[in-house]
């Protein structure tokens, strides 16, 4: 291939790369971090960082310095996703310092992103300044294009492994090696690598990322049963030893199987053996474990769950099939929750708010005053709104008094169950809550005697120093994520 | 005297929130689902390609283009979020706004001549851009992306003003 034809292809290829390792650094490295907003944001930082040292060190070395640390890069790719995993294990296991583990993210981002920014410079700077012009446009528009379709790579990925786009990833890259160095003899040894590595590759993912959760998240004997991309984040679902089952979503434990019968006891069962709705609402609930719960009590149930890699994960682990055929007054739609809401035009008596917890902007606004009001305004008169709170009620500004004073603003009355058994509090808001404390204590008295009941009229003496979720006010997400990046990674204590 | 680095870090900035700001706009408003950001991502990139061969966009143009475009957007999905056009206009808007981050390093490598440092700067300010905007949103929510934009569009129309014609007759 002549160089006419040889460096707008090389360019688009080196875009294609930047898109996918871009995705695949993000995505990794936020699991592995655990996904707040806080650790999404430093993540992605990192990998633009990178990109920087690359442009900056572009021209300050000779073709053949250029050449052999390309080759070395391009090389350690072949040791994705294992080794920077095994290096986080290993820093977990040595209970290092959190430097170590920010040291690793910015080795990693300079392997994943600097060398791909080295291209574009050394090739225009090449050029005399006639010329220059001419070539960057069109070697940027490659790069571009190549980005775009990079862009379109990740997005076949989708509910897939990381076994799916990282034999695409260095194909892609074996070809890039060809073009930026023409020497049969690296491009060859690269694709042999590649295809030895490639042949176990689904099973090196499984047990890096079964080692992560072993080490970091202290989940004994892990075995991973699923670990997959969705379009929104990594979706893993874990067993531990004891043949318990773990969601996990970017790294952040969603729920175990335990955990959710009590979430479905208080956030789905009970209100809807309260109101037996005409028609319920369940947002969230990707597992759809609520839907056999509610659907005895409601003539009509519609779930919306904007992620298809959690429904497919639910229903391959958490909710069998067969508990969900036949429930023919029963529908699901894929769909963002604000989006459903303010498109429907049918108003429901009880609206089950399965999402968790406000640690990143997109969940943060669904606890906001703005959405409930949103949802209020697609409620019957009488209509029912269920929270998970994340944790217990207390009179502080933390998260459950926010998301309740947001739901105190939005609604005239708010009742909240704290429950030991499951290790948080709920809310019920309404404008005329259709019960009260007495039916509650009737109703849940066999599954946990020691309910603690807060009525309406008593809400506002929690709420005393609690400021409203609002969509102005998202303080919580970068407060409340700083909070546990520092304290997981360094806190002493 | 304009200071090309401080020029192109700015512009980097500009990018990075107008691009968030766009995407959180249509998020809050319409729908958080991932066609919404791949609608922004996808017209941006088209944008950018095109604006490359734009021999004829000004750079106050550019810049002001792709700022009315924004609040264009803005209006249209505070008012009426749901017609069947609002997410073509959108990407229409993102496209257009995009002309610039394109063209802008066709501009600026004119001038400056240092490709590697073009690039460095630029990234530099797009990466902060993103920090920023994080920091920005969840303390000040819609009034940060209101105001943030303006501002920045402002201080580099500001600066082109500083930058001498003859220097910039491209």
Not at chain 1, 128 to 137: G, I, S, V
Request: aromatic share 14%.
């Amino acid at each position: 291939m002549n160089r006419t034809l040889r460096e707008p292809a090389l360019l688009f290829l080196v875009g294609a790369c930047l898109s996918i390792s871009q995705f695949v650094m993000i995505r990794d490295f936020v699991t592995i971090l655990y996904g707040e907003e806080v650790v999404i944001i430093l993540v992605t930082a990192a990998f633009f960082l990178g990109l920087s040292i690359g442009y900056f060190l572009a021209l300050k070395f000779s073709e053949k310095f250029f050449e052999t640390a390309f080759l070395t890069i391009a090389f350690l790719h072949l040791t994705f996703p294992f080794s920077y995993r095994l290096l986080a294990v290993e820093i977990a296991r040595a209970d290092l310092s959190g430097y170590w583990y920010m040291t690793l993210m910015f080795a990693y981002a300079l392997i994943f992103s600097s060398i791909f920014a080295v291209f574009l410079p050394r090739r225009v700077h090449r050029e005399n300044p006639d010329t220059a012009l001419k070539k960057m446009k069109v070697l940027y528009s490659m790069e571009l294009v190549g980005f775009a379709a990079g862009f379109a790579i990740v997005g076949l990925s989708w509910n897939k492994g990381l076994d799916f786009i990282i034999p695409i990833y260095w194909a892609l890259l074996a070809m890039v090696i060809h073009l930026a160095l023409q020497k049969k003899f690296w491009t060859v040894s690269f694709v042999l690598i590649a295809v030895i590595a490639g042949s176990s590759l689904t099973d090196v993912d499984r047990r890096t990322t079964a080692l992560i959760y072993e080490n970091k998240h202290s989940l004994e004997n892990a075995t991973t049963l699923m670990s997959i991309n969705s379009a929104y984040q990594k979706v893993e679902v874990m067993e531990d030893g004891d043949g318990e089952r773990y969601l996990y979503l970017d790294g952040l434990l969603n729920l175990n199987a335990s955990d959710l019968k009590d979430l479905n006891y208080y956030i789905a069962e009970t209100p809807a053996r309260l109101i037996k709705p005409d028609k319920t609402l369940i947002i969230g609930n990707g597992t759809l474990s609520s839907v056999p719960k509610v659907y005895p009590h409601s003539n009509f149930v519609q779930s919306v769950e904007l992620d298809a890699g959690v429904l497919l994960a639910g229903q391959k682990f958490f909710t069998p099939m067969e508990e969900l055929t036949g429930l023919d007054r029963w529908n699901l739609i894929v769909d963002d929750g604000k989006h459903f809401l303010k498109t429907t035009q049918d108003k429901f008596d009880l609206i089950i708010m399965d999402i968790p917890s406000p640690l990143t902007i997109q969940e943060a606004i669904l606890h906001t005053v703005e959405f409930y009001q949103l949802a209020r305004s697609k409620m019957s008169a009488q209509g029912v709104i269920a929270v998970q709170l994340s944790g217990p009620l207390q009179t502080n500004n933390r998260t459950p008094a926010r998301v309740v004073a947001a739901l105190a603003k939005a609604f005239k009355e708010v009742m909240v169950l704290d429950s030991e058994k499951a290790d948080r509090s709920f809310a019920y808001a309404s404008d005329h809550l259709p019960f009260d404390k007495l039916a509650i204590q009737q109703t849940t008295r066999d599954y946990e005697e020691e309910l603690f009941i807060i009525p309406p009229i008593d809400i506002s003496f929690y709420l005393s120093e609690a400021v409203p979720l609002a969509v102005d006010n998202l303080d919580l997400v970068l407060r409340r994520g700083w909070e546990r990046f520092r304290g997981r990674y360094f806190d002493d204590d | 005297m304009i200071k090309f680095p401080a020029y192109a870090f700015l512009t980097g900035l500009y990018f990075s929130t107008l691009q968030f700001c766009y995407l959180i706009l249509l998020q809050i408003n319409i729908s958080s689902a991932y066609l919404t950001y791949m609608v922004i991502t996808a017209s941006w990139l088209t944008g950018s390609i095109i604006g490359l061969w734009l021999e004829n966009l000004d750079r106050n143009v550019g810049v002001g283009l792709g700022l009315f475009c924004y609040y264009s957007v803005y209006a249209l999905v505070a008012n009426m979020p749901f017609s069947s056009f609002t997410l073509v206009l959108a990407a229409l808007g993102s496209g257009i706004t995009g002309l610039w981050a394109g063209r802008f390093f066709i501009f600026i490598l004119h001038q400056y001549k240092q490709v590697d440092r073009i690039f460095f700067h630029e990234n530099n300010g797009f990466w902060v851009g993103i920090v920023m905007f994080f920091l920005g949103f969840t303390l000040l929510g819609r009034p940060f992306v209101f105001w943030a934009p303006m501002t920045l569009a402002g201080l580099l129309l500001l600066k082109h003003l500083w930058i001498k014609e003859k220097n910039m007759s491209i």
